[in-house]
């Protein structure tokens, strides 16, 4: 069973670190589902994770308000009382292998042609756990970026708190031109998944494609340590195309998540 980023101890541990009010519901038939407390509503992010067939009963006797579905189970939700309020984001999924060349050929032919390509280029890589004094430069960067291109991610001391919580979890790969980083990227791992959590780059690294051969070596480097699948998150072909585009070439593949509903019987 894969638990998403979500519904993961690790998660909820690290989000209770930062102040966020975060329990846990029982249902049978289903992994403990993990719900987050919001202006007194209960919200479950990417849950239930049915271990069993969805029961509809037991769904409705849980008093979850709203619920943002992982996917599968809508006509569940329907029978146990909620009403689809928004429609489903579609994540990426990648499959991992510790064997380059299986990696290779998954990715599209465009993308395996870029990659190749990053691989000529005069920069290093290393890899770190995330540790803020170590890593502000990067925190401050994904700050800039957040303001110009106007959009709000989660908090930076969540980075933190999982690192504390699951030491080597959180782990920071970044590409280097002698010791000028041009690039960054974040995952956390989370059982047999990990999740691409924050990713950034400047001209140099845009110009050297080094989050092509970033993604590869720290997949491949899950890989060796049992992680099975990437979720490289939301994919928005029509406000960010260029982003959408780098996810699917990789070789990810697109899911449909169930969409959220709300319960109103």
Not at 119 to 133: M, V
Not at 149 to 167: E, T
Not at 232 to 246: E, K, S, V, Y
Request: charged share 15%; glycine share 10%; aromatic share 8%.
């Amino acid at each position: 069973m894969i638990l998403p980023l979500q519904q993961h101890p690790h998660y909820r541990q690290a989000l209770r670190r930062i102040g966020a009010t975060v329990t846990t519901a029982d249902i049978p038939g289903a992994a403990p589902v993990q719900v987050i407390k919001r202006f007194g509503i209960v919200f479950a992010p990417r849950g239930p994770i049915w271990i069993a067939p969805p029961d509809a009963h037991a769904l409705r006797a849980a008093h979850l308000r709203l619920i943002n579905s992982n996917g599968g189970d809508a006509q569940t939700l329907q029978k146990a009382g909620y009403r689809q309020i928004m429609t489903p984001a579609t994540v990426a999924e990648l499959a991992l292998s510790t064997d380059q060349d299986v990696m290779a050929a998954q990715m599209h032919g465009k993308w395996r042609n870029i990659w190749r390509g990053a691989q000529k280029q005069p920069f290093n890589i290393k890899s770190t756990p995330f540790d803020t004094l170590v890593h502000q430069w990067l925190l401050d960067a994904d700050l800039v970026q957040q303001r110009e291109k106007r959009f709000r991610a989660l908090p930076h001391g969540l980075m933190q708190a999982y690192a504390d919580i699951a030491p080597g979890d959180v782990t920071v790969w970044t590409a280097a031109r002698g010791n000028t980083p041009i690039a960054a990227m974040v995952f956390l791992r989370h059982g047999g998944c990990a999740t691409y959590h924050l990713g950034w780059t400047n001209a140099v690294g845009r110009q050297s494609r080094a989050h092509h051969r970033l993604l590869i070596e720290a997949s491949m480097s899950l890989a060796r340590g049992g992680v099975r699948q990437l979720d490289l998150g939301m994919i928005d072909t029509h406000n960010a195309p260029g982003l959408a585009r780098f996810k699917l070439g990789c070789g990810a593949t697109a899911r449909q998540l169930g969409g959220s509903w709300l319960k109103i019987f």
